[in-house]
């Protein structure tokens, strides 16, 4: 049943994400491409739109892939829908039930060592999968025979173009602004430069 | 509002759901400004404390913060409606876009706009890793968990294995547990 399916894939993302929306990027993606839900493509594309909506980008991607795969299963708008809203269910449930136990029972339970050195332990884990990832999506923007064959073979140059001038952009923006370029500026600069690129 | 705080509730949480652009950290300042400065539900102690909480337990920080005030203010059925409330919009907007985007990237010069977009993406992903590196702290222990992640990530993308970033972390957690474990026990013997 896909619907439960969709739920239960997403409560183990809500469970497993530590360390904010880009903690739960690579568990997405690895449900989404294990169960061939999208593609990886498609999926990249997803996170951009979520990080420049508002809201959680954990529960918008939720929202967008439940979507699209309810209504791949079913072939009806309402079947999409109907996977929207197991998705978002699923990513939304575990945090609710841990935080409601943690307001209404266990006050001191975050404070507790073990509790403790159990949460800071993982987070340098979270990490390495984190910067993996992202390596990962460059490699796949430069080499787009990557996900196929595991050959760096057939260099984009557009890709790389695109990645130095956002690099650029990026680092120019935070030397004369002295802060880092918000994700949604980065997103929309990135939409132009593409078209530039890219070509209508 | 005054008379109907469950509304009051859902509806603060819309709000704080509607227009906060950027993921949780950036719905954090507008939690306060809402809960704390306009509304004062909170304490400026208390939205501290919840906010360590939401960041250190699983799941989006805003639907953490959110579950967490609504059942200060209402109990579970406040948090209901603070949670509700706060993934409404985001669920309402991604849902329309979801119908449409597919056969938008049709289009040739939308297609090409979000190839960009997905480079753009690689790197702010990129960049928050290496802020979540800065912060960390560098002990012995810490970067051979890291590299150990790392190696297993690059091996799974070699190989095509199936392996699970879910397993990764328990395995971390579960040698950050004994880690812990270890230390007390040398501690506990070293007072002897």
């Known amino acids: ?200 | 509002m005054k008379k109907f705080p469950l509304l009051d509730l859902l509806v603060t949480f819309m709000k704080i759901g509607a227009f906060t652009f950027g993921g949780g950290y950036a719905m954090l300042a507008l939690i306060e400004n809402e809960c704390v400065a306009k509304k004062g539900w909170l304490t400026h102690d208390e939205f501290m404390d919840i906010t360590v909480i939401a960041e250190s337990t699983p799941g989006p920080v805003a639907i953490n913060t959110a579950t967490f005030v609504g059942y200060k203010k209402k109990g579970p059925l406040g948090s209901f409606f603070a949670t509700f409330g706060v993934v409404l919009p985001s669920f309402v907007i991604i849902y329309l876009i979801s119908l449409f985007l597919k056969d938008f990237l049709e289009i040739t010069w939308v297609a090409s706009a979000f190839k960009g977009i997905r480079v753009a993406v690689a790197y702010l992903i990129i960049a928050a890793g290496l802020k979540m590196w800065k912060k960390l702290k560098k002990t012995p222990l810490n970067i051979a968990v890291f590299i150990a992640a790392a190696l297993a990530m690059i091996a799974v993308d070699f190989f095509a294995l199936r392996f699970s970033t879910v397993y990764m972390i328990l395995i971390a957690a579960l040698v950050a547990l004994s880690a812990y474990g270890v230390g007390e026990i040398r501690r506990k013997e070293a007072r002897k």
């Not at chain 1, 299963?73 to 929207?84: E, L």
């Not at chain 1, 449930?93 to 159990?118: C, D």
């Open chain 1, 1 to 200: 049943m896909i619907f439960l399916r969709l739920f239960l894939e997403f409560v183990k993302v809500g469970l497993f994400t530590f360390g904010g929306a880009y903690g739960s990027i690579p568990i997405i993606r690895e449900t989404v491409l294990s169960n061939a839900w999208m593609s990886d493509d498609l999926f990249t594309y997803i996170l951009g739109v979520s990080e420049s909506t508002p809201g959680p980008i954990m529960v918008n991607t939720a929202t967008y892939v439940g979507n699209t795969v309810g209504m791949q299963a079913t072939g009806t708008v309402w079947g999409g829908f109907f996977g929207s809203v197991c998705a978002t269910l699923g990513v939304v449930t575990p945090s609710f039930i841990i935080i409601l136990l943690i307001a209404a029972l266990l006050r001191r339970f975050m404070e507790k060592k073990p509790v403790r050195a159990v949460l800071d332990g993982v987070k340098p884990c979270i990490v390495g999968i984190i910067l993996i990832t992202a390596i990962h999506l460059f490699a796949a923007c430069l080499f787009p025979g990557l996900a196929n064959s595991f050959r760096l073979s057939g260099l984009d140059t557009r890709a790389l173009i695109m990645i130095l001038l956002i690099g650029a952009g990026r680092s120019g923006w935070k030397m004369w602004k002295k802060r880092a370029a918000s994700p949604i500026l980065t997103i929309l600069a990135a939409a132009v430069l593409g078209v530039a690129v890219y070509g209508v």
